[in-house]
């Protein structure tokens, strides 16, 4: 997987750049293709999607950009090409605190984005994300792990992890964890 490619940008499309590295031409998707310039060098902050018939980059220019698109194909029913018109049309911190407050609304004014998808999008990232777009970094990162290594789904882990006490050890908030999921 890459991080970042460096390199001089030259052609821009409406959905996307061809960004050249040695020689090399890589067209990527981008969420505002206008905000660079032919015949510049930019660092471009790549996420490679590998699918069975497809190879796809896309690209940031911030890698708060690309914490975010990250965290939001993560969102059930939310892929790649949902997710890159979020980025485009929403400043980093509008979206997150749309996310934070609950404000539907908000998230509806993105395309393809309906009630449903809103309300999954603020269940599964309420509360993950800082303001500056990073993904915090919660103690409950390991207990979200190991229960999903048990084979429990992500969203009902959301949802007992919150109930959990922090202060415990790791092995504690783990018993914990399992008591709520069998009431």
Excluded: H, W
């Amino acid at each position: 997987m890459y991080s970042y490619i460096k390199g001089f940008i030259k052609e821009i499309e409406s959905n996307y750049i061809v960004l050249d590295n040695n020689g090399i031409g890589y067209l990527i998707y981008t969420p505002n293709p206008y905000s660079f310039n032919v015949d510049e060098e930019y660092i471009v902050y790549i996420y490679q999607n590998v699918k069975e018939d497809e190879l796809t980059l896309y690209g940031f220019k911030l890698k708060e950009e690309k914490d975010l698109f990250l965290k939001l194909i993560e969102v059930k029913g939310l892929g790649c090409k949902m997710a890159l018109p979020i980025i485009a049309t929403g400043s980093i911190n509008g979206i997150i605190d749309a996310i934070e407050r609950e404000n539907i609304l908000y998230l509806k004014k993105f395309p393809k984005i309906g009630d449903k998808v809103a309300k999954q999008i603020i269940l599964d990232l309420k509360g993950k994300l800082n303001t500056n777009g990073v993904v915090t970094n919660n103690n409950n990162d390991e207990l979200i792990e190991v229960l999903k290594g048990l084979g429990y789904k992500t969203n009902d882990i959301l949802k007992v992890v919150r109930q959990v006490n922090t202060n415990l050890s790791l092995e504690d908030q783990i018993k914990e964890s399992l008591k709520l999921f069998l009431k």
